[in-house]
């Protein structure tokens, strides 16, 4: 059974840091690339930042410079550490494990921003 649980959200306050983090078990972590998504209340799911298979990484222009993505294929986790928050960062944010066409979802972790 392939389970992804994130953890590692919360309040905070503008201006201030959080780490996610990602437990993943049920797959072959290694090979697959690890992102991080996030839905803002009432928008759409958007991709925030991935780290490939090989170490590759991919920001959104909204994380780029403040978020950053990095996994341990030794514990089979990918964490977000979140820096320089603002309100706009407000959202659920989601682990996702891709390979080609399959894809796992974790069920999300709410992070709110206060200003």
């Known amino acids: 059974q392939v389970q992804l649980v994130e953890s590692g959200g919360g309040l905070v306050q503008a201006g201030g840091s959080l780490r996610l983090s990602c437990q993943v078990s049920?797959?072959?972590?290694?090979?697959?690339?690890m992102a991080w998504y996030r839905q803002p209340p009432g928008k759409g799911r958007d991709l925030v930042a991935r780290?490939?298979?090989?170490?590759?990484?991919y920001y959104s222009d909204s994380a780029e410079g403040r978020f950053t993505i990095s996994r341990d294929n030794s514990k089979n986790t990918v964490d977000l550490q979140m820096d320089t928050l603002k309100p706009e960062d407000t959202a659920v944010y989601y682990c996702?494990?891709?390979?080609?066409?399959?894809?796992?979802w974790g069920q999300g972790t709410l992070v709110t921003v206060s200003a």
């Open positions: 996702r494990a891709e390979l080609v066409s399959v894809n796992y």
């Open positions: 049920g797959i072959i972590f290694s090979i697959f690339n």
């Open positions: 780290i490939s298979s090989d170490g590759d990484i």
